[in-house]
Nanobody, 121 residues
Framework: QVQLVESGGGLVQAGGSLRLSCAAS????????MAWFRQAPGKEREFVAA????????AYADSVKGRFTASRDNAKNTVYLHMNSLKPEDTAVYYC??????????????WGLGTQVTVSS
């Protein structure tokens, strides 16, 4: 089992940048594919980005492609989401998630509690 704790959220102006971090503890981090999801008020949770166990493969939602980048440091048991050119519609609670095995856009089994990102216009 793995425990996940997100950090790095906050308030930023449109066009700005943030870097989210997700620290993992428990089982060996490198066995997990990792992902970021978000949930805006009144909306369902949606996939944002995913990264493979080695970090060699990534996947992104169309809405963030070219603006967000997922990365990981297996030595630090941490996954990151670098967010650039932020838009008000990126405002949401961002969740880190983990799954054993290959990279995927859903079917994640372990979740953090989330970190709030607010983008002002």
């Amino acid at each position: 089992q793995v425990q996940l704790v997100e950090s790095g959220g906050g308030l930023v102006q449109a066009g700005g940048s943030l870097r989210l971090s997700c620290a993992a503890s428990g089982r060996t981090f490198s066995v997990y594919a990792m992902a970021w999801f978000r949930q805006a008020p009144g909306k369902e949770r949606e996939f944002v980005a995913a990264i493979s166990r080695s970090g060699g493969s990534t996947a992104y939602a169309d809405s963030v492609k070219g603006r967000f980048t997922a990365s990981r440091d297996n030595a630090k048991n941490t996954v990151y989401l670098h967010m650039n050119s932020l838009k008000p519609e990126d405002t949401a609670v961002y969740y880190c998630a983990a799954r054993l095995g290959a990279i995927h856009r859903n079917e994640y089994h372990y979740w953090g509690l989330g970190t709030q990102v607010t983008v002002s216009s």
